[in-house]
C-alpha cells in the first residue's frame, strides 16, 4: 500500500502565492511519475502538472507561467509552487503519484491520490 500526505492550501487573495506538498510513503519500488490535479465545483478533475524521477514536466496551458512543479526523489515528495492566484484556480487540488510497490514476488504497479486540498481564491 502507498499513502499520501497532502499539505498546503487555503484561502488566498487574488494574485497571491500558495504552496502544496504531497508525501508518499509504503512499499514504494519505483516512481514512474507524481503530479496534482484539481476538481473546481462542477468541473471535471483537470490535469494541473506532473513531473517524472528525471524532471520532465507536462504543466496545464492554464497554469503555466504561474505554477511551478518540483520533486525530490530521495523523500518521494512533490510539491507544487503557485504564483499569481486567480480566482479561477479555486478548486480542490489532488495529489497523484504512479509507480510500482515492492511484493514478495514481483513489482506490482500503484496509482495513488491523495484525499484533497482546498485552495481558494478570493478577495
Known amino acids: 500500500q502507498v499513502q499520501l500526505v497532502e499539505s498546503g492550501g487555503g484561502l488566498v487573495q487574488p494574485g497571491g502565492s500558495l504552496r502544496l506538498s504531497c508525501a508518499a510513503s509504503?512499499?514504494?519500488?519505483?516512481?514512474?511519475?507524481m503530479g496534482w490535479y484539481r476538481q473546481a465545483t462542477g468541473k471535471q478533475r483537470e490535469l494541473v502538472a506532473t513531473?517524472?524521477?528525471?524532471?520532465?514536466?507536462n504543466v496545464a496551458d492554464s497554469v503555466k507561467g504561474r505554477f511551478t512543479i518540483s520533486g525530490d526523489n530521495a523523500k518521494n515528495t512533490v510539491h507544487l509552487q503557485m504564483n499569481s492566484l486567480k480566482p479561477e484556480d479555486t478548486a480542490v487540488y489532488y495529489c497523484?503519484?504512479?509507480?510500482?510497490?515492492?511484493?514478495?514476488?514481483?513489482?506490482?504497479?500503484?496509482?495513488?491520490w491523495g484525499q484533497g486540498t482546498q485552495v481558494t481564491v478570493s478577495s
Open positions: 497523484n503519484v504512479r509507480g510500482s510497490v515492492t511484493t514478495s514476488v514481483r513489482p506490482r504497479p500503484f496509482d495513488a
Open positions: 513531473i517524472t524521477p528525471v524532471g520532465s514536466t
Open positions: 509504503g512499499s514504494i519500488n519505483s516512481i514512474r511519475n
